[in-house]
């Protein structure tokens, strides 16, 4: 019998250490831009200072968090000072708010393309648990897909970020962040009791660029994401490594109808590309939507009753206000 020792490189001291200095300098970085919600005096969870117009800072957070306008609200800086807080807007079906203070010195997150996450990647967790202030997760990136449907979101799915941060009550509305301390996902839920569930920073984003314009934009339609047939991807011309498309389910009925009669889309129809990019979940039709200006149209590709169609569908754009 032959003994053979098998050498294996030590790992340098130096590479956990380099590590940790550089998480340690990135929590630092971030933490003048993260603030705790309250409510009436109590705890109720964190934001995140997404943009500051000059004294102006714009917080965004959970609805869940602040889901009573006539609830007096403050927010906590992580330098010590409380500010008065107004909610600004707000969709329920998103589970997002943005609230409104005033103060000097705000400093603002930077927001990364949540787009391009992958399974496997490092990301990080910050906020207020059990009323603790600046609390850090670590985990990974478990899996980026269409959700289980919550109440109040059976009309309207995106794609939620999974990952194995820790969260507690306290930690809605604060960011999952990246390696590089920028904003990947504004943490929404716990699933199954150890699965985290964020909502992707590009749909935050894009519902903000919205509220910006005073807006809402609209398609006036209800969709949902279904698999592709390889032999429909082959006529499409779709690539093979892309399984899903958007159904059209239904159409928007009330003060959406004359959205969806100008779109001219119709049930049954499945958009497959949308200005030239392709949609296979609605955050990325959202997204695509909302940078849309009024009275625009937006160049889809889609099939209809088996054949492959190219149409310019109307956006229909409505007075700012919140979507039951």
Do not use: C
């Not at 380099?18 to 005096?41: C, Y």
């Not at 009024?294 to 190219?310: A, C, F, K, N, P």
């Amino acid at each position: 019998m032959t003994q053979e020792t098998v050498f294996t490189p030590a790992v340098s001291p130096l590479l956990p250490d380099a590590f940790s200095h550089a998480l340690m300098q990135m929590v630092k970085r971030v933490q003048p831009s993260i603030v705790q919600v309250v409510k009436e005096g109590r705890g109720a969870g964190t934001g995140i200072v997404w943009k500051v117009d000059g004294h102006e800072g714009y917080i965004i957070t959970n609805n869940h968090v602040v889901p009573d306008d006539s609830t007096k609200i403050q927010v906590h800086l992580a330098d010590g000072r409380s500010l008065d807080a107004k909610a600004l807007d707000r969709n329920k079906k998103l589970d997002v708010a943005m609230l409104l203070v005033s103060a000097d010195d705000l400093q603002a997150v930077e927001a990364a393309d949540s787009g391009s996450l992958r399974v496997g990647e490092w990301v990080f967790a910050v906020g207020n648990p059990w009323g603790q202030r600046g609390v850090v997760t670590a985990g990974i990136i478990s899996g980026v897909s269409a959700p289980r449907s919550t109440e109040g979101e059976d009309e309207f799915q995106i794609r939620y970020i999974k990952s194995d941060v820790i969260l507690a009550p306290g930690n809605s509305g604060g960011p999952l962040l990246n390696a590089d301390g920028m904003v990947v996902g504004v943490n929404a839920m716990v699933f199954g009791g150890d699965l985290a569930v964020s909502i992707p920073s590009n749909v935050v984003s894009s519902w903000i660029a919205g509220l910006s314009r005073r807006r809402q934009i609209s398609l006036g339609i209800e969709v949902e994401t279904v698999d592709l047939p390889a032999s429909l991807r082959e006529k499409a011309g779709v690539s093979s490594k892309r399984g899903s498309g958007l159904l059209v389910v239904a159409l928007e009925t009330g003060e959406l109808k004359e959205q969806a009669d100008r779109a001219g889309l119709l049930i049954g129809d499945l958009l497959l590309d949308a200005a030239g990019k392709p949609v296979d979940d609605a955050a990325s039709l959202l997204d695509i939507v909302a940078r849309k200006d009024r009275q625009d149209s937006l160049q889809m590709r889609l099939v209809r009753g088996g054949s492959i169609l190219t149409l310019d569908v109307a956006v229909a754009a409505l007075e700012h206000r919140d979507i039951e």
